[in-house]
């Protein structure tokens, strides 16, 4: 398909661009263990970029360079490395492949102008990786193919380009098949041969001529559906041979549009896997000449910082000054680092910028509108930091001591500042209630978790003042081990997991009534107050009523708002478990004072003892917080959810189909049964499951969990 190159660039010295045409930013997405982390090694070592592929297994990856991940021995940041080939500056995105990370995700893929879907010949493709491309075709991003592991024993290119093809659709061809030798290529119909330990090409051996005939034949008529020449499909079914030029032109056409998706091959050895590297010179073909340049990528909806429109833009080197941070980290020497995207102008070392973030207060990210001044410039290459002297539009750079930038902050100009629309990201679903271990810890830890929050859009900081919690909302446990970790090793911060308290609430039964007896006499002004009130429940969500029938002043005027108020007090403290009571009425309806020892204080201890005593007079009952929950799963796993929202008490209102193959299924849950639903969800459903849930109501936790709670308090 394309001509053999050679390694270019050199390791330290990063990749310089001044125009737009000459970047492709690529994001590599798929599963955790598809072989995405060792591609990009492959890619770096064939360019010249490193001198030797690292290996995951030793720690010695470029992307993975995070304690964690060499620990962990998979990704969980979306990293960055850069390399030239061809003249063209490509910025590989290596994302998380699993789903807890999916931050990182969302962000590489914003940052990206194409996604290289890497599926492993082994494992073949997840619920997952079928979501994600829908994600992609959605917004009409470029995407490609590419097959790892083909030389392992259990690889099985056939079985996983097949369930590839079933997965994703019309569009989805081989340009090339795996041999014994190498590869087969089916436009230009040769053998390209590493047998010897170096690529060469000669003809195909004859055992592969069926297969080739009849693979090519499909090639062609997928690119010639795409092409743009209308004679074309005529000339071929009339038994013109095409010019493979003009086939792979066309190619490259549908690649860039966002019609056509090529599959590839790699084999990178490794461990007992010996041999030499397939696929590569075939791989950064498509990746230099058939994806889209940022030129081709439209730009994100753009609004001044008042959201007013701020007029068409492009991806012009001189045009107004408009980036995106997509990552934040905070290295414990340099300081804080982001990773921006520059989508218009061009962005310069010591420059002083406008910094916009909008639109995730719901996340702990406060609106903020503030000049700083950009520090160094750098392309990373894992966690190598190469100085470049600027990052035109459409490039990816690093950018140091930007001390309140954010991830999904927007960076223009501080003359015309604007704001760049957020992307989508979901909401953290994961509760984990921590606590320092020690005083100094605790000291420590609200400006850890306030680093940790600037960095993660799918990180939620809770500080629930009911149960006096503090609350880690995450997208699951994998997230938050290595939040904890994070703030172990980078911060110094050591916390503890302590059991989630959901937020009751208390009620009364039925009707009582309460007396309120204050009366204490202990030498000059004394205390003396006497309340008779009752005490009736309302319906849920009424909330509380006070109502005053008092007659021939017993309660003089001034002391009825402090019966009120103490009343209201002892609410909030509850009277059965510690929770706050609602849906009540309180009339106060007789009482007596003294007309010296009456005083606010007493009439509000007064009311305080009256609802306590009331509470003995009858049943008081728990509420429990009930959620509206909507669950969207692939059909085939509608029966298993719904039998377990039931196990869960909660009652299924119903489902419907929407597309793709999958329903959306509603029901009311409560919420001390979904706690841990993000996690029981993911396993019922291979990954493919999301929910989303919103408050409902309040209502009476049966008696036998009641009487639990209770003894627990």
Known sequence: MADKAGPQGAAGRAPSV????????????????????????????ATGTIQRPGRVEDGSTVSDYDEVEMRQQRSVNLSLASFEHAGVKVNLLDTPGYADFVGDLRAGLRAADAALFVVSAVDGIDGVTRNLWEECAAVGMPRAVVITKIDQQRGDFDEVLTECQDAFGDGVLPCYFPCEAGLIALLSQKCIDYSSGSRAEREPDPEFLDRLSEQRGALIEGIIQESEDETLMDRYLSGEEIDVKALVEDLEKAVARGSFYPVLTTSVPHG????????????????????????????????????SPAGALTCAADGPLVAEVVKTASDPYVGRISLVRVFSGTLTPDATVHVSGHGMEDRGHEDHDIDERVGALTSPLGKLQRTVSSCVAGDICAVAKLTHA?????????????????????????????????????????????????????????????????????MGEAHADVLLDRLSTRYGVEVETVPLRVPLRETFGGAAQGLGRHVKQSGGHGQYAICHVEVEPLSSGTGFEFADKIVGGVVPRQFIPSVEKGVRVQMDRGVLAGYPMVDIRV???????????????????????????????????LLEPVDEV???????????????????????????TVAGGRSLIKAEVPELEITRYAIDLRSMSHGTGTFSRTFLRYEPLPSQLADKMVADS
């Open 18 to 45: 001044d125009q737009p045409e000459k970047i492709r930013n690529i994001a590599l997405v798929g599963h955790s263990g598809a072989g995405k982390t060792t591609l990009v090694e492959a890619l770096l070592a």
């Open 272 to 307: 007992d896997h010996p041999g030499p590297v397939i696929g590569m010179v075939e791989l950064l073909e498509v990746i230099t000449q058939a994806f889209p340049s940022p030129l081709e990528h439209g730009i994100p909806e753009v609004t001044t910082t008042d959201g």
């Open 406 to 474: 954010e991830t999904g902050d927007t960076i223009s100009a501080k003359e015309r500042p604007l704001l760049m629309a957020p992307w989508s990201m979901p909401d953290p679903l994961l509760p984990t209630a921590i606590q320092a271990k020690s005083k100094a810890d605790e000291d420590k830890l609200s400006q850890a978790l306030g680093r940790l929050v600037a960095e993660d859009p799918t990180l939620r900081l809770e500080n629930n003042s009911e149960t006096r919690q503090l609350v880690l909302w995450n």
């Open 587 to 621: 009339t106060l309806y007789d009482g007596k004072a003294h007309s010296v020892d009456s005083s606010d204080m007493a009439f509000q201890t007064a009311g305080q003892l009256a609802l306590k005593d009331a509470a003995t007079k009858a049943k008081v009952l």
């Open 630 to 656: 909507a669950v969207l799963v692939a059909d085939d796993y509608v029966g298993a959810v719904m039998s377990d929202l039931s196990s869960r008490r909660g009652r299924v209102l119903g489902s419907e």
